[in-house]
């Protein structure tokens, strides 16, 4: 069985903010959509120098869901 590319392959910066920020997504969310760890999409984040939001902000999108 062929293993997946690795995240970084897979999701480009614009879409990982678009899903973070624009459309309120947890970093887990987004790991569930591209069969990963939220650990991976952190460091993704990192990499490409996306802030992340405080716990407040998170609550706050999934309120609003």
Do not use: C, W
């Amino acid at each position: 069985m062929p293993r997946k590319a690795p995240l970084r392959d897979r999701i480009d910066k614009a879409t990982l903010e678009k899903l973070y920020h624009q459309q309120g997504l947890t970093a887990g969310q987004i790991a569930q959509r591209y069969g990963s760890f939220s650990s991976n999409v952190i460091v993704l984040m990192q990499k490409y120098k996306i802030p992340r939001r405080s716990k407040g902000a998170g609550m706050r999108s999934k309120l609003r869901g």
